[in-house]
């Protein structure tokens, strides 16, 4: 079971910092073999792709929109990825959601992952 922590209310130019636990409830399932990605979905909008990290960390790729801006990482002894955020926008604001990848690597399709987890609300006021 994934959970998505971190979101709230922040002013343009603010930062906050998501994380997504894998409590790992299903038998036998580690996420630490796994890419890990973050999407997200605004109203009226399709999911998006975010930024995703492979299994070991080594590689990353993020959507244009926010490369240069939002981080990446993860934890595998704590079954967990983070999204560092700076220097929001308004159009961040959003439900974000975490996921796991069928494939060790990298990933920016959302039919590449396997499992989702709950979303944060992020919002962003101007």
């Known amino acids: 079971q994934l959970q998505a922590s971190g979101g709230g209310l922040v002013q343009v130019g603010g930062s906050l910092s998501l994380s997504c636990a894998d409590s790992g409830r299903t038998a036998g399932r580690t996420i630490s073999n796994n890419g890990l990605g973050w999407f997200r979905q605004a109203p009226g909008k399709e999911r998006e792709f975010v930024a995703s990290?492979?299994?070991?960390?080594?590689?990353?790729n993020y959507a244009d929109s926010v490369k240069g801006r939002f981080t990446i990482s993860r934890d595998n002894a704590k079954n967990t990825v983070y999204l560092q955020m700076l220097n929001l926008k308004p159009e961040d604001t959003a439900v974000y959601f975490c996921?796991?990848?069928?494939?060790?690597?990298?990933?920016?399709?959302?039919?590449?992952?396997?499992?989702w987890g709950q979303g944060t609300q992020v919002t962003v006021s101007s």
């Open positions: 996921a796991v990848a069928r494939s060790s690597g990298v990933a920016s399709r959302p039919e590449s992952y396997q499992y």
């Open positions: 990290i492979s299994w070991r960390g080594g590689n990353t």
